[in-house]
Nanobody, 126 residues
């Protein structure tokens, strides 16, 4: 089993920054797992934000809505994945979730991720 715990959410003004963290633990967790960040706003479906490919490559991928503003990274020594969010906009307001995918490469589909964190709220005021 894998446990994921997000932190770092909060309330920020438009144009501000936040850094989300996702700490992974569990006997079966592998640093080779692709890791993803997703978000869900009230009344909307969960959507892809960013992901890191697995298999030791850690190549980053971004949704077009956040590209150039968000940066995903991982620290394998700490089993932690980060999402640095800059130039935040009110439309970035959502609950942000990290997720781990077992095997294969990254995906932008929530259904392909096996383990999920509990989520952390990000609110951007205008």
């Amino acid at each position: 089993q894998v446990q994921l715990v997000e932190s770092g959410g909060g309330l920020v003004q438009a144009g501000g920054s936040l850094r989300l963290s996702c700490a992974a633990s569990g006997r079966t967790f592998s640093s080779n797992y692709p890791m993803g960040w997703f978000r869900q706003a009230p009344g909307k479906e969960r959507e892809f934000v960013s992901a890191l490919s697995g298999i030791g490559l850690s190549l980053p991928f971004y949704a077009s809505s956040v590209k150039g503003r968000f940066t995903i990274s991982r620290d394998n020594a700490k089993n932690t994945v980060y999402l640095q969010m800059n130039s935040l906009k009110p439309e970035d307001t959502a609950v942000y979730y990290c997720a781990a995918k077992i095997g294969g490469s990254w995906s932008n589909l929530p259904s392909e991720y096996t383990f999920w964190g509990q989520g952390t709220q990000v609110t951007v005021s205008s």
